[in-house]
């Protein structure tokens, strides 16, 4: 069975300085590697994915994520967060069948969400 | 393009009510979900919808039930309310052409159940 783990429930920066968000993951077969943000009564918004190729994927409002297969890490990155950066972020992972067959493109298996608080 | 809408924003039920919660995808997009989010579990799969035909099922009660519709838009019911079933249901929808098209989420609906 896949898992998605964030170890972190809340991770505190300063504005202007770098941040982390940590994610692991376990899966048997190809992971498909995604993140959310969650801001208050709001659903998810995508910010970026990893499929395939670089290890280092760019999505939306600067932040970026590190894949690293051989941790089974995927970190979500920004090079200097801002206080509206504050929010839950999810990590999320959807697993390729291992038999082709298999259609459903609607599980994602997420993690528990770790709070950001950027502090001005 | 407008976004995915669910439709209420926030319910209030009684225990041993049902209640119908309503999702209309983003224009062409033929797969919807359905997740629960709560503050001690997460967010839960609950099940997936294509082309009028659920595809994946979640591990929910029978209480916890769908269907989708010929435009794509979908419904879920949930009967015989619990106070456990108090949450932010999520609906989602994809292209569903491949795997690393991206889900995109509505606001959820907040049920709570008294």
């Known amino acids: 069975a896949q898992s998605v783990a964030q170890p972190e429930d809340q991770v505190n920066v300063a504005e202007g300085n770098p941040l982390t968000v940590k994610c692991t993951y376990s899966?048997?077969?190809?992971?498909?590697l995604f993140w959310y943000v969650q801001y208050p009564n709001r659903g998810l918004q995508f910010l970026l994915k990893?499929?395939?190729?670089?290890?280092l994927v760019k999505g939306s409002y600067g932040f970026e994520a590190e894949f690293n297969k051989s941790q089974t890490s995927f970190h979500l990155k920004k090079p200097s967060a801002l206080v509206s950066d504050s929010a839950l972020y999810f990590c999320?992972?959807?697993?390729?069948?291992?038999?082709?067959?298999?259609?459903?493109?609607?599980?994602?298996?997420f993690g528990q969400g770790t709070i950001l608080t950027v502090h001005p | 393009k407008a976004g995915v809408t669910q439709t209420p924003r926030y319910l209030i039920k009684t225990r041993g009510q049902q209640v119908t919660l309503s999702c209309s995808p983003i224009s062409g997009h033929r797969s919807v979900s359905w997740y629960q989010q709560t503050p001690g579990q997460g967010l839960q799969f609950l099940f997936e919808y294509f082309s009028e035909t659920q595809r994946n099922k979640g591990n929910f009660p029978g209480r916890f039930s769908g269907r989708q519709f010929s435009n794509s838009r979908s419904e879920m019911n949930v009967s015989t309310l619990e106070l456990g079933d108090s949450a932010l249901y999520l609906c989602a929808s994809s292209l569903a052409s491949s795997y690393n098209s991206p889900l995109h989420f509505g606001n959820g609906t907040r049920l709570t159940v008294t």
């Open positions: 990893y499929i395939t190729g670089d290890n």
């Open positions: 899966v048997s077969g190809n992971p498909y």
């Open positions: 999320a992972v959807r697993v390729l069948p291992l038999n082709a067959g298999g259609t459903s493109y609607g599980k994602l298996t």
